[in-house]
């Protein structure tokens, strides 16, 4: 989790809209397409960056050869896209008093590889295949060990005024470890994998340095709300929140509680009232299967789809997808979209400190080169940061998360400012 | 860190501190039984009759294959069936298409119901009895009995006990289809190079995080599989990393010499760095991770507890022949002591009981506190033996995959590489010559090469083997080649731009 120092800026930070695939489109005199962004152009000869999946290449086009260019239009595969999304699923009607669910998996790092403005893209996608008369049931399937802090209320806002008033929510926990659990704090339906766990709530960056101070008691309050949303015991979050003070209880919220005889749980914020311990002095919580079920945490177990339906109480559920191998469930179009996002995201993570380095030693080597080389030069340096853009436009989170720049806005000035440089770079005489 | 006190939990069904093989056990000897004279060449009665032979309450599928599968049909659609196979007690999911299957009976109507749609076809059977001698009774392998695929996960940890080759290696047994996997777990477990391990050894536990992705295989990937094998985990090394591995399976079955555990060191992880409440956190959530792992496989979670902190104190009592554990010291006679806490002076282990493998301060698992606690169904010394375990030694075919092909495969590649990759780093540093656009294009060829054994390897390469580091240690990453290539390709512009007039 990361500090909350640019938690006022990063609230008023404005993620901007996932921009579309608007690509330019070179047609060849032969007839080819090609589709990418073009990044230099020179007496009509045309340098042309081209995405394959996560992958991009810079390729020359010669002026001779151009049959013709469309400039920002949508992408042929992008339209295709957009097409098939425009269609129903392939199975037909839903059939009456059978609801019909998709199992949207929530992996990596919170604020990274999901987040709110991709779940909000996700909506239109499962409204067309579950309806939107609040029957059709959304399975987030959780399995992550955490992530942005400032994500949390992003995500809570998300799943609570835009996918509760539409569909049945549910959380399926394999594995939520802080950021994840406290997004999940907000759904009042957990179920857990036999394996999962969820927990383990402690905010902190740099050498193990725990949230403390004002950060602490806003994240505090703040959770308070999600539980309250989640319909648990405020109890059970700082437990695994624990204290940053270790005169504190070592350090911890301990906890405990008792079932009375009608089956009703009572909390309590210290380890000798319950009957059952779940947090002594000086621990963090993390909850396994066993405990939350035995607390009534969780609603069950399930380890796969039949049980889950089972124990959500219906006798079917249609599961929106097509089977894929090595996955559980069947993956609906609106679970295409979040792995592909994810996929590409990690991508983007692992690679965006070799377009950094890649950048500056190429716009380092231009500054310095003759006439000669200094346009190719500055070319490639422009494809380099082309990746960069690239990278920010389909994750904007990357922008305050790598970048360190608060706004959007501080992003765009960056690029003027880069751009900049670099034509000045290629007009030395 | 001490653990909250459990109290009796609803019973879930898990095997906890039970005899977790008692009902498998017996299950096999009636499998063995009913399965004394098997058909090879199922007569065209057979599919009818199976009903007859005591499997009345089973449904029978008949495959293009040969293969008559019996169970309890889950669900059917136009185009799929799943169902429950059943051998003896243990079953497994499995999911067939119907272009696959010749014939559907089901146990509550034994009614056939042929995909052949052909109603001139009496006998199904017809379509898969080889063609000419239909009397070859002895050309048909027998699918009435078990199949048994062994698949070794041996050698260096994180180096050979690795991804890639488990990958591998379960590839070919989603292939085959068999009824059980038995995995050898049998890690190098050294302290130095001609020095046994001891139980004690100082392991990171971060180990546990590297077994992550092999895991995953057993844990999620494998769920998904058409038929999913009774899985078999028979310990013969399972320390460090591995140790939590064996939970994944169904059974456990020890060697004599097995052992399961050597990841004690939570409690020292992080040392004094940062906060006391965020290495609090650290610890909190790996252990409940590992805990996730033995609640899966049915196991007690406290186990985990037991072989992972020192502070931690377990005991176990005999309540009829099944091991209760609980909480804290023995106090009343029949008691036993599992583990006391080794994080006060003078209970700490000395070093000769960590060399005897007698200390308690985190729990070790061997063969005979396997038995006690009612973790392994056995112990087995050979194949043979396991298969006598498993109840099926006189009645089972073992399948002849590739597994130990893939692994030994793998540890030649890894043999070699160790000894490729020094040389042609010393080459890659000495590349000279008259050509510039040749050295330069030289260079770019090695590291074209190192980002491939990158790709390859991953971080199988970075890990030792015979206590010499792994080759990857020595090779740049994966960013700082990509640098250095199209630092390469700039060289490459310049010189271009340099020769022409």
């Known amino acids: 989790m990361r500090t909350l120092t640019t938690l006022a800026a990063v609230v008023a930070l404005t993620l901007g809209a996932f921009q579309a695939v608007a690509e330019d489109i070179v047609t060849l005199t032969t007839g080819e397409k090609i589709e990418g962004q073009i990044v230099r152009e020179v007496d009509g000869n045309i340098w042309v960056v081209v995405s394959y999946g996560a992958i991009e290449r810079e390729r020359f086009v010669a002026a001779v050869d151009i049959s013709s260019i469309e400039r920002d239009a949508i992408s042929t595969e992008a339209a295709a896209a957009a097409k098939d999304e425009q269609k129903a699923p392939k199975d037909t009607a839903p059939r009456p008093g059978v609801p019909r669910g998709a199992v949207i998996s929530l992996e990596g790092t919170v604020g990274m590889e999901f987040n709110a403005f991709m779940l909000e893209e996700l909506i239109p996608v499962l409204e067309e295949d579950l309806g939107s008369d609040g029957s059709g049931i959304v399975v987030f399937k959780i399995r992550s060990g955490g992530g942005a802090l400032l994500e949390i209320q992003k995500l809570s806002d998300m799943i609570e005024y835009e996918y509760k008033p539409r569909f049945q929510v549910v959380a399926w926990i394999d594995s939520a470890i802080s950021a994840a659990a406290m997004t999940a704090h907000a759904i009042e339906e957990i179920y857990f994998m036999p394996h999962g766990n969820y927990g383990a709530c402690t905010g902190w960056s740099g050498n193990l340095q725990a949230v403390s101070g004002l950060s602490y008691v806003q994240v505090l309050i703040d959770m308070e709300k999600i539980s309250e949303r989640g319909g648990y015991d405020h109890t059970i979050m700082k437990a695994m929140q624990g204290h940053p003070d270790e005169n504190h209880f070592g350090g911890a919220w301990p906890l405990s509680y008792t079932i009375d005889e009608n089956g009703d749980v009572t909390w309590f914020q210290d380890a000798d009232t319950g009957e059952v311990v779940l947090n002594e002095p000086g621990d963090v919580l993390t909850l396994t299967s066993e405990q939350a079920l035995a607390a009534r945490f969780s609603k069950g177990t399930a380890r796969n789809l039949d049980e889950l339906a089972e124990l959500m109480k219906y006798d079917e559920i249609e599961w929106i997808g097509e089977p894929v191998e090595d996955r559980v469930y069947p993956v609906s179009r609106a679970e295409q979209q979040m792995i592909r996002f994810r996929e590409r995201t990690s991508e983007d993570q692992r690679r965006l400190g070799e377009y950094f380095a890649n950048y500056n030693i190429l716009k380092q080597a231009a500054a310095g080169a003759n006439e000669e080389s200094r346009g190719k030069l500055v070319g490639r340096a422009r494809s380099h940061l082309g990746s960069i853009k690239s990278v920010m436009r389909t994750n904007p989170n990357l922008i305050l998360f790598q970048l360190n720049l608060p706004t959007e806005q501080d992003y765009r000035y960056w690029l003027e400012d880069e751009e900049e440089e670099l034509r000045e770079i290629a007009a030395r005489n | ?501």
């Open chain 2, 1 to 501: 860190m001490r653990i909250p006190t459990r109290r009796r939990l609803q019973n879930l069904g898990f095997r906890s501190a039970r005899r977790p093989g008692a009902a498998l056990a017996a299950a096999m000897v009636a499998f063995a039984v009913t399965a004394v004279a098997p058909p090879t060449v199922l007569p065209t009665t057979h599919v009818a009759s199976a009903q007859d032979a005591g499997d009345a309450s089973l449904d029978v599928i008949v495959l293009k294959s040969g293969r008559v599968v019996r169970g309890k049909i889950l669900s059917e659609t136009p185009t799929n069936v799943r169902i429950n196979i059943i051998i003896g007690g243990i079953s497994a999911p499995a999911e067939y298409s119907k272009t696959e299957i010749v014939s559907i009976t089901r146990a509550a109507d034994a009614q056939t119901e042929s995909d052949t749609g052909d109603s001139a076809t009496a006998d199904p059977m017809d379509l898969i009895r080889p063609r000419g001698n239909q009397t070859d009774d002895t050309a048909v392998e027998d699918f009435s009995k078990p199949s048994v695929y062994f698949m070794p996960l041996t050698g260096a940890f994180g180096a050979e006990i690795a991804p890639q080759p488990l990958e591998r290696m379960l590839d070919d047994v989603r292939r085959a289809e068999p009824d059980f996997l038995v995995v050898e777990i049998d890690r190098d477990w050294r302290l130095g190079m001609f020095t046994e391990g001891i139980d004690q050894q100082a392991v990171s536990f971060d180990e546990f995080f590297t077994a992550e992705q092999m895991n995953d295989m057993f844990l999620r990937d494998m769920q998904n599989w058409r038929k999913r094998p009774h899985i078999v985990m028979w310990v013969k090394n399972a320390m460090g990393g591995i140790a939590y591995t064996p939970f994944l399976g169904d059974t456990i079955i020890f060697h004599p010499d097995g052992r399961m555990g050597g990841i004690g060191t939570l409690e020292e992880m992080f040392g004094g760095t940062g906060d006391h409440v965020v290495r609090q956190k650290q610890r909190s959530l790996r252990l409940g991770q590992a805990r996730g792992l033995a609640i899966w496989g049915g196991y007690d979670p406290r186990l985990v507890d037991a072989m992972t902190l020192r502070s931690y104190e377990l005991s176990y009592r005999d309540d009829g022949g099944v091991a209760e554990l609980f909480e804290g010291t023995p106090s009343n006679p029949g008691e036993l002591l599992l583990t006391e806490d080794g994080t006060i002076t003078q209970n700490s282990d000395t070093l000769e009981q960590a060399v005897r493998g007698t200390g308690n301060d985190v729990l070790t698992i061997r063969e005979e506190s396997a038995k006690r606690l009612g973790i392994s169904l056995g112990t087995a010394e050979t194949q043979d033996d396991v298969l006598d375990v498993l109840g099926i030694l006189r009645n089972h075919r073992v399948v002849d995959g590739r597994a130990d092909e893939i692994m030994q495969s793998w540890k030649d590649e890894l043999t070699r590489l160790s000894r490729r990759i020094p040389k042609e780093l010393e080459d890659f540093q000495n590349i000279e010559g008259d050509n510039p656009r040749r050295v330069i294009g030289q260079r770019i060829r090695f590291l074209e090469k190192f980002k491939g054994y990158h790709k390859r390897y991953g971080q199988s390469m970075m890990f030792g083997r015979d206590f010499r580091p792994g080759p990857g240690n020595f090779l740049p990453n994966e960013p700082q080649i990509n640098v250095m290539i199209e630092q390469a390709r700039i060289e490459l512009m310049q010189l271009d731009d340099c020769v022409r007039p």
